[in-house]
């Protein structure tokens, strides 16, 4: 989960062992309200597991990184992914993308902070 810049909203990704249990859920904070008594802002379905989210500056988009397994008893390594969420359309864009990372490899995009620059 991730704050929004402004505190305003939040990003969690929730997610499953199947590919259709996969979210983004964004919600709206209000003060002194509990987030999982308001109804979400948006839900978006994705098919692959996200491992770490940041907020645009501007709040519109929301970057993630992902493992795409591509076959079903994840017993090949993940396709990872750089992609961005734009929240007025509900779409998906992969800025970038590396296949079958070698497990040693994926340290790296899993533990590194994602970063926006204005």
Do not use: N, Y
């Amino acid at each position: 989960m991730v704050l929004s810049p402004t505190g305003r909203r939040s990003a969690l990704a929730l997610g499953a062992d199947t590919e259709a249990d996969h979210l983004l859920r964004v919600d709206d904070l209000r003060r002194g309200k509990h987030p999982a008594r308001a109804r979400p802002a948006k839900i978006v379905p994705t098919e692959e597991r996200t491992v770490a989210l940041e907020w645009a500056p501007d709040e519109r988009c929301v970057a993630a990184v992902s493992l795409l397994f591509r076959d079903g008893r994840q017993d090949q390594p993940p396709d990872v992914r750089l992609r961005r969420l734009d929240l007025a359309a509900d779409q998906w864009t992969v800025l970038a993308s590396w296949r079958s990372m070698a497990p040693e490899e994926l340290e790296v995009p899993i533990l590194k902070a994602l970063s926006w620059t204005t």
